[in-house]
């Protein structure tokens, strides 16, 4: 018994470790990824509609292999980027899905 609570509670860290590592990836309300052909949307953006968002998306510039995602913080929801987003299209992409 005390092996199954042992396991329990290393399974309920691992998994918050992986949160914290891929940013709430797996809670995601949307997902963008950035591809060679263009941006192609998970989910959805609320309050936009997907071609809105992709065109807007595409409008960037990005990279390939670039993500954007919505993670839900309560009544909120925060905007999360991959690595290769400059600061200066995070907040405009911010401001874009935000408001």
């Known amino acids: 018994m005390g092996r199954i609570i042992l396991l329990l509670i290393v399974a309920a860290f691992a998994y918050g470790i992986y ?14 990824r ?8 998970k989910g959805s953006v609320p309050g936009k509609s997907d071609s809105d968002v992709i065109d807007f998306v595409d409008g960037l510039g990005l990279e390939s292999g670039n993500k954007i ?9 925060r905007v999360r980027f991959s690595d290769g987003i400059p600061a200066n299209l995070q907040q405009r992409i911010r401001n874009y899905f935000l408001n």
Not at 20 to 27: D, F, I, K, M
Not at 34 to 41: D, Q, S, V
């Open 19 to 32: 949160q914290v590592v891929t940013g709430g990836l797996s809670a995601a309300k949307f997902v963008l």
């Open 34 to 41: 950035i591809g060679t052909a263009g941006a192609t949307l």
């Open 69 to 77: 995602w919505g993670v839900p913080d309560g009544d909120t929801l």
